[in-house]
């Protein structure tokens, strides 16, 4: 006999399981050339709710989809509870996990065959963070940044020009970028780079 304990407890668990991976992350692997046996690289895990759930959603996502992740986090936090994810959706020996800042990041050159980051960026210094980028990306290889770009009257890491002479600086090259209203009451917007090397 089932009992309602049993169910509630099964209940749980599915929601423990969900995975929602954010729309930026999906679109990585439609403009990469292959969908799956690439190298990764993740700057920065988004933290998803309040209550800390879906962390690491994107690099387990990725690694599910048959690539191999390396996570940069600065966050000895986060990255335990993106550990935690990984092992939960039985990927953790597809990804990396690193813990560093954003500016310096010790690993070889060229080494990776897309990147992404959700936000992961902000409150680093963009010049050297996105050096770093260019750095350990393979040439012609795929970046998708998400940035927020300001609130209100209030330009957190613009103007949108500097923001793109940052780029170019770094030997990136932009595909396409626009602005994405996040909270309209607020003014809080955020610009996305489509990027190559």
């Not at 969900?18 to 690289?41: F, V």
Request: glycine fraction near 8%; hydrophobic fraction near 40%.
């Amino acid at each position: 006999m089932v009992s309602m304990e049993n169910i509630k407890t099964n209940i749980n668990q599915s929601a423990k399981l969900e995975l929602l991976p954010t729309k930026l992350a999906q679109r990585l692997l439609e403009i990469t050339p292959n969908r799956a046996g690439n190298k990764i690289l993740e700057l920065g895990a988004r933290e998803a709710d309040a209550e800390g759930n879906h962390i690491g959603d994107d690099c387990v996502y990725l690694a599910k989809e048959g690539n191999a992740v390396t996570l940069i986090e600065s966050s000895p936090g986060i990255l335990e509870h993106a550990k935690e994810n990984a092992v939960k959706f039985e990927v953790r020996d597809k990804i990396n996990f690193v813990e560093s800042g954003f500016e310096k990041i010790d690993i070889p050159n060229e080494e990776f065959d897309a990147a992404f980051s959700m936000s992961g960026l902000d409150g680093s210094i963009l010049p050297e963070s996105l050096a770093e980028v260019a750095r350990l990306i393979k040439p012609g290889a795929k970046v998708l940044l998400f940035i927020y770009y300001k609130s209100g009257d209030k330009l957190i890491q613009g103007p949108e020009e500097r923001l793109e002479s940052y780029v170019g600086s770094a030997g990136l090259n932009i595909d396409s970028k626009f602005i994405k209203t996040i909270d309209s009451e607020k003014g809080l917007e955020a610009i996305i780079f489509e990027l190559h090397k």
